[in-house]
């Protein structure tokens, strides 16, 4: 399978602001400051493709590769599903099915056999098979019996020969397991996971490493499978592999495996914890490949709730991925954002862990800088949940003058990035104090969200309606102060256009929107200069 | 479905009556249906009869309507009396197939109806219902029977549309998977083989419903895509945008062209194109380049229709949304950007041949578009929009443009006046709508100041108001939208010239004068301290005033602008700006009343008849301030129409009435004459009191005869009765606080010796209200109303009679409302009112003085304290004020009791300061028992709150001893 030309990736169960919210706001016109969260949490069912991150990837290992010397393909965002094929080792020729035939049983004979060499012989053969992409025996290998040997040969004597053995018949189901979802179930039917678990404790490294690989294509399978590894004690087997003594070869593939492990919910805290103090010390890494999958093993952690982000919190991490979101490599930069987005969208408290880590001075790097799309719409998000928190919280980015970038991004730019900044503008100016939402008028706020008011997201809407009343709440004191006059920023609206924009919002149809486009139009845009009429009822205006 | 036969009939008779000319038929086949409504089984009779071929089709279309309003008013399991889950099993299972069965007129109807239905029920409470569709969709594909395939994309295009616009929910996207997964592929299909059998040269009557097919498609596929890019969509996009592209770029049969078939599809292929720019522009990135090819090359293409200017809006709209994105360098090249200009949006700029007669046949709904921003939709507007969107990126050529482009439309128009005009007008247009609003920081794209001398000014200042009216319209609108920037000398010279515009004949062209003179008189200037003043005042508009008033009375005469909103909204800004004479003030009072007289034959112009009381009120008030004498000859002139309004029951009318008795009164020197007595019996009736929307001005004008003449309630059991109506009042959340102000009225006139005997009916009907409603919006102004009566009667005469409908109650009123809730009160009166309500309290009620009430006493000093506090903090304290929203309702609310504005309506008007009031009251009582509250502060304040009263001792030099 040639890696697949998907775009740019786009991060894993994209966290979502709470509608819920904004509905319940809408039916109950309560203060909108109050419960003013509008972060993206909630996991909503998601009708898009898959991009690669949403799923893992699994690897198969070519005839070239030793898992000692080049385990590693590509590691980070993009984990290309197999090698290309190496020309040392030419695919087999197409020959009459009968030849073929023949031969397999030959292979299948061996395998039974009770004598070591042949046994090793027949394996070998066999992974050469599947080692090759499109092979037309494979699946004729791929059969229950087969499989129940290899897996059989895992566990094999005491025998000079027999860790030799031991990894072959484990790079013959890792190459099985990278296959499709049934190739691995006949795998983990047979038995094949406690005797691989067992191989993590072999004195080999080499067994290790390609036991390691084959329970990482495992992982990668299924919830139910990476439970599988787990209760047959794989995770404890695997932290274990994370000592001075090892080589970074299976440090990469024990950090790769464990980031698919962690790809599901842990099943206990307790282990969650055992894996956050391995994965902390692997953050000071200096080998790219393990920093990466480290970083992606913690935004896979983060992505599993507040608890998770809580240890994470605990585990004193965000301050090393902060740091690490400086780093020269997008493999490592891409899944901190992620992780670090994550946890932008927990609760007050831990998004203050963030702002105490200092990301908001990098934040404004990644969004000026020339990073991917991905990156920067992250970077967005996270701002944009932290604008979504406490009035101390906005204050900080507007000490960090983001606000003047975030209006940018919000003309210019990829549309994903102009709405995420949108959101952080609304956000801000829904839940800022008084003085928050003058400074951020005086940078153009109103501008900014007004001209999103022509955008079909009714969610985004309803939060710049929010965020323009709040800052026509600010105005309206500001015209008390001056003891007459008008409100300034109803007026500031008017002129950039904002008005017409909102009125044509009146066809919009999402009765929550409309109500509010209402009350807006009818709280601050009366009839001018009506209050110096005598008659104050409100007049039947029928327009 | 088994209805019987008479039923059948019956409701057939019924129906056929129900269309008949005569009256008193009609009216008793409404009734017989609506009596019938109730009966069970009554929607499906109507539906079947709806149904059933060998009825008559005027029958079966009345019984559709019939239909899909029952379902409309009942389907929603919340309505009032929601139809029998029987029944709409029923329903369910017939609709569809009866609906594609029926003729179109019919078939309408009952697709209504279904999309009722199915915005309650569908998916979760319908599941067959798109299985249905489908199934029987890939039926009639397969038989070529496109009547029944659109009448099926169109059922299911009103399930789809939800997904547009609502929010995204778990919910939502469940439902909206429920869809995808079924109706993706077979939506797909559809529009794959209907496209394959649509070829361009093809006969217009196998044509038309085939692209009408693809329309449907199109707007399913905006539904579906609404949320995010679905799977499906994306591994298919090539399918589907090649298809657009195709549509796009073919030319058809000119029939379907010329009819807007072709154009319909298109457009919302461009809506789908805007979608995807904004949803999915890296997907889409690829396909861009293509489409905007396309849709320009459409723009290009001369063709002059209805149905392609709304396709060339769509498509602009497209472009714009491209202009703006990362994308814009598409149309960077210098010669790129000059054809956009020049082929696009300059020739869309003038005014169109419609646009010629709305002027001329519909000025309310030309004034709408061309300047109160309804004209979004049309071409001018969008056409103006891509020039914006250009400029964002490309400012200095498009200027450059802009700027050539001006100077060779007013070079034609100087070439042959008579004959170029229109290229003035698109002029003007170009310079009004590129330029931002005054005071924008975005700066011109073009020159405004010597745009105005060199083109406007020669407009306005031109002898003839009726040469070209529509370069006048927009030389008016051009002085109104710049009017702030226009120095006064200048603005004031032009003023004649303006009026003069007001005898033009043209419609538009007086409106417009009238609102240019409206708006120039609300210019505000930015003054020093304190804050902005009027521009012009009345020593500035008096000179002008009577040609002005002649000019806009004059207008009225006009054909078609006798209800004209603009002039009459002008009258009222000129009345209330400008100084006039007794002599001035009665005529405009009799053309008013006599305005009114015409108005109150055939009330149908809200807006309209909404300005003429204003305008009548702001002569009353103006010239009644000044000279008291007048009001009698405005009543004289005022008297019969205001009567003939509660006589013959004009009730649009009544709370306007009410309120201009209401200023007469608050005007008119004592004694009032018997009209107003005899006006008074009728507000005191009760039945005067059961139209909601006027109870707010009953309750003003009931408050004004209090004031003005308090002894007359005395007379003739008159107070009781408003008494009664006080308990009325307040047996509704809605009117209670209307209750209480009715209340705070009678209290703040009589005298106790004469409310003391209904003083205990009074409190009875109170608490016995306070026992259902324990909220804040009744709690406060009945704190209020305690606040107000002990301030007049004293503390003993509220604690008495409060106790005197039950021992101690007032001690629980006070421990349970008053301590809790006084910190909460807003507004300035209402929070003076209870402070000094405590403080007199506090300190002159031997029930509290008593030293076994030293907790209570405790505790009102730390309420009152954080009160006081708390008002310090008001309007900074943003927060909490958004989160009781009630509070500033509750503010204005009060400030209507005291007649808002008046200042001499505070009921402590000697009391200046509250907080000295209450510190040196509380400094004195102390002396009066020195040691004896220090330890009660102590015990009962809390430790934030004695610092506060600490530092409030030391501000006003007084001590707690």
Avoid at chain 1, 248 to 270: E, H, I, Y
């Amino acid at each position: 399978m040639p890696p697949s030309p998907s775009p740019s990736p786009s991060p894993p169960h994209q966290p979502r602001r709470t509608p819920e919210n904004a509905r319940k706001k809408a039916y109950k016109e309560q203060a909108d400051v109050s419960n003013g969260r509008r972060r993206r949490e909630a996991q909503l069912l998601q009708l898009r493709k898959s991009r690669r991150e949403d799923t893992l990837s699994k690897r198969r290992r070519d005839d070239a590769s030793s898992p000692s010397t080049e385990p590693e393909p590509d590691i980070g965002p993009a984990r290309p599903e197999s090698d290309p094929p190496s020309s040392s080792d030419p695919p087999p020729l197409p020959c009459a099915a009968d030849a073929d035939s023949s031969k397999l049983l030959g292979i299948i004979n061996g395998l039974k056999s009770e004598n070591i060499s042949l046994q090793l012989e027949a394996t070998i053969k066999i992974r050469k098979i599947l080692s090759v992409d499109g092979n037309s025996l494979a699946e004729e290998v791929i059969t229950s019996d087969v499989v129940a040997r290899l897996v059989e040969l895992l566990s094999s004597k005491k025998n000079p020969r027999g860790p030799q053995l031991q990894v072959e018949a484990a790079w013959a189901l890792t190459n099985i397991t990278a296959g499709p979802s049934e190739h691995t179930e006949v795998v983990t039917n047979a038995g094949a996971v406690p005797k691989l678990v067992k191989l993590l404790e072999s004195p080999r490294s080499d067994v290790r490493e390609q036991a390691m690989w084959a329970l990482g294509n495992i992982a990668a399978e299924s919830q139910r499978c990476r439970e599988l590894v787990i209760d047959h004690g794989g995770l404890v087997q695997l932290l274990s592999q994370f000592n001075e003594h090892a080589k970074v070869s299976n440090l990469r593939m024990a950090t790769w495996t464990l980031s698919n492990l962690c790809f599901g919910k842990l099943p206990s805290n307790s282990q969650t914890k055992a894996v956050l103090q391995i994965l902390q010390q692997l953050l000071n890494s200096i080998d790219e490949k393990i920093l990466s999958d480290t970083c992606w093993a913690v935004s896979y952690l983060c992505n599993h709730g507040t608890d998770e982000i809580q240890m994470v919190i605990e585990s004193q991490i965000c301050y090393l991925l902060v740091k690490l979101l400086m780093h020269s490599s997008p493999k490592v930069v891409t899944p901190v954002i992620l992780a670090l987005a994550n946890v932008s969208a927990a609760d007050d408290c831990q998004v203050q862990f963030l702002i105490d880590s200092g990301i908001l001075q990098c934040l404004p790097k990644l969004l000026t800088r020339n990073y991917q799309k991905c990156i920067k719409n992250q970077a967005c998000m996270t701002v944009s949940n932290i604008c979504a928190g406490t009035t101390a919280q906005i204050q900080a980015i507007i000490d960090a003058k983001m606000v003047p970038l975030l209006i940018q991004l919000s003309q210019r730019g990829e549309t994903d990035i102009k709405k995420e900044a949108i959101w952080a503008i609304a956000n801000a100016t829904s839940g800022g104090s008084p003085d928050q939402i003058r400074s951020l008028v005086g940078d153009g706020c109103i501008i900014a969200l007004c001209n999103a008011l022509v955008l079909s997201d009714a969610d985004l809407l309803y939060a710049c309606l929010n965020g323009l009343e709040s800052i026509l709440k600010v105005g309206e004191m500001e015209k008390m102060k001056d003891e007459a006059g008008t409100n300034p920023y109803a007026v500031l609206m008017e002129e950039c256009g904002g008005l017409d924009k909102l009125e044509n919002l009146q066809g919009f149809n999402n009765d929550a929107i409309f109500e509010k486009t209402i009350k807006l139009l009818e709280s601050y845009w009366v009839e001018e200069g009506s209050e110096n009429e005598a008659p104050k009822e409100p007049s039947p205006d029928d327009t | 479905m088994e209805v019987p036969q008479e039923t059948l009939d019956k409701l057939s008779t019924w129906f056929l009556q129900s269309l008949s000319l005569d009256a008193s038929l009609r009216r008793a086949a409404e009734s017989s249906l609506l009596s019938a409504a109730t009966s069970p089984g009554f929607p499906l009779a109507l539906l079947k009869l709806s149904s059933l071929p060998s009825v008559d089709l005027q029958i079966r279309l009345a019984s559709a309507l019939h239909f899909k309003n029952l379902l409309k008013s009942r389907w929603a399991p919340t309505s009032d009396n929601p139809l029998p889950d029987s029944d709409k099993t029923l329903i369910k299972s017939l609709l569809l197939p009866l609906l594609l069965q029926s003729p179109p007129l019919i078939q309408s109807q009952l697709s209504e109806a279904l999309a009722i239905a199915s915005s309650h029920d569908f998916p979760s409470s319908w599941p067959c219902l798109l299985p249905d569709i489908i199934s029987s969709l890939g039926t009639s594909l397969s038989s070529g029977d496109y009547t029944s395939v659109n009448s099926l994309l169109s059922a299911a295009n009103s399930l789809f549309l939800k997904f547009r616009h609502s929010f995204d929910t778990q919910a939502l996207r469940l439902d909206l998977k429920y869809c995808l997964d079924l109706f993706a592929k077979p939506l797909l299909e559809t529009f794959l083989n209907t496209s394959n059998l649509t070829t361009p040269a093809a006969d217009p009557s196998v044509l038309k419903p085939l692209l009408e097919c693809q329309r449907l498609c199109s707007e399913i596929f905006h539904s579906l895509n609404s949320i995010e890019l679905p799977e499906f969509f994306e591994d298919h996009m090539r399918e589907w945008m090649e298809k657009f592209r195709f549509y796009l770029t073919s030319t058809f049969a000119p029939q379907v062209e010329t009819d807007g078939t072709a154009d319909a599809l298109r457009a919302s292929i461009c809506e789908n194109l805007q979608l995807y720019m904004e949803k999915n522009e890296e997907e889409f990135k690829d396909y861009m380049e293509g489409f905007a090819t396309a849709v320009w090359g459409l723009l290009m293409n001369a063709a002059k229709s209805p149905s392609r200017d709304q396709l060339a809006v769509t498509a602009i709209k497209f472009l714009t949304t491209v202009s703006t994105s990362v994308h814009h360098a598409l149309f960077g090249s210098p010669e790129v950007l000059g054809q956009i200009c020049n082929s696009v949006v300059f020739p869309n700029l003038r005014l169109r041949d419609d646009d010629e007669e709305l002027f001329e046949n519909n000025y309310v709904e030309y004034i709408r578009r061309d300047s109160e921003g309804s004209d979004t939709d049309t071409l001018r507007r969008t056409a103006c929009e891509l020039l914006k969107g250009l400029a964002v990126n490309y400012r200095e050529q498009v200027m450059g443009l802009v700027s050539t482009q001006v100077q060779s439309m007013l070079a034609a128009f100087n070439t042959n006046p008579a004959q170029n005009w229109k290229e003035k007008d698109a002029a003007i247009y170009l310079v009004v709508a590129l330029s931002p609003k005054p005071g924008a920081t975005t700066g011109y794209l073009v020159d405004v100041e010597s745009f105005f001398t060199s083109v406007i000014l020669p407009e306005l200042q031109g002898q003839d108001p009726n040469t070209v009216p529509i370069l006048k319209a927009g030389a008016l609108k051009f002085f109104t939208v710049f009017r702030e920037q226009i120095p006064k000398p200048a603005a004031l010279s032009l003023l004649p010239g303006v009026i003069r515009f007001l005898g033009s004949e043209s419609n538009v062209v007086h409106s417009y004068a009238a609102t240019c003179i409206e708006k120039l008189l609300l210019v505000k200037d930015k003054g020093p301290m304190p804050g902005p003043t009027a521009r012009y005042g009345a020593a500035d508009v008096d000179p002008f005033v009577p040609q002005m008033l002649t000019g806009l009375f004059n207008a009225l005469e006009m054909p078609d602008s006798q209800e004209n909103p603009y002039v009459m909204k002008c009258i009222m800004r000129v009345l209330g700006v400008a100084n006039i004479s007794v002599e001035v003030a009665t005529g405009c009072i009799s053309k008013l009343a006599s305005v009114l007289a015409m108005v109150c034959e055939n009330p149908k112009h809200p807006l309209f008849n909404h300005y003429l009381f204003e305008a009548i009120a702001a002569v009353i008030r103006r010239a009644g301030e000044r000279d008291a004498s007048v009001i009698l000859i405005f009543e004289k002139t005022l008297f019969p129409e205001l009567e003939k309004i509660l006589v013959k029951d004009i009730s649009e009318f009544w709370s306007y009435a009410f309120q201009i008795f209401t200023l007469l009164i608050d005007l008119h020197a004592p004694p009032l004459s018997d009209g107003y007595m005899a006006l008074f019996q009728v507000i005191l009736d009760p039945s005067s009191w059961k139209r909601s929307g006027s109870v707010p001005a009953l309750v003003r004008l009931l408050q004004a005869y209090l004031r003005k003449m308090p002894n007359e309630l005395n007379r003739e059991g008159r107070l009781g009765q408003v008494l009664g109506i006080f308990s009325q009042l307040i047996s509704t959340p809605s009117t209670e606080e209307l209750g209480f102000f009715v209340l705070n009225t009678v209290v703040e006139n009589l005298s106790y010796e004469i409310i003391s005997p209904y003083i205990s009916n009074i409190w009875g009907a109170l608490f016995s209200r306070l026992q259902n409603r324990r909220v804040y919006k009744f709690i406060s102004p009945l704190l209020i109303f305690m606040s107000l009566f002990l301030i007049k009667y004293g503390a003993g005469v509220l604690v008495d009679s409060i106790n005197s409908i039950q021992q101690g109650l007032f001690l629980m009123i006070l421990q349970q409302f008053w301590i809790s809730f006084s910190t909460k009160i807003s507004g300035t009166v209402e929070q003076k009112l209870i402070t000094v309500a405590t403080t007199r309290l506090i300190c002159e009620s031997p029930l509290l003085l008593d030293p076994a009430a030293s907790e209570n006493w405790g505790k009102l000093v730390d309420s009152i304290v954080q009160l006081l506090t708390n008002s310090d903090q008001a309007g900074a304290d943003f927060e909490d004020d958004a989160d009781v929203p009630e509070t500033i309702e509750y503010t204005g609310s009060f400030a209507r009791l005291h007649n808002a504005g008046k200042k001499e309506d505070d009921p402590l008007k000697e009391i200046h300061d509250p907080k000295q009031f209450f510190v040196s009251s509380l400094s004195r009582i102390s002396a009066q028992f020195p040691g004896r509250f220090g330890p009660v502060i102590q015990q009962f304040v809390s430790p934030a709150n004695q610092t506060a009263l600490l530092q409030l001792c030391g501000a006003y030099n007084s001590a707690i001893v």
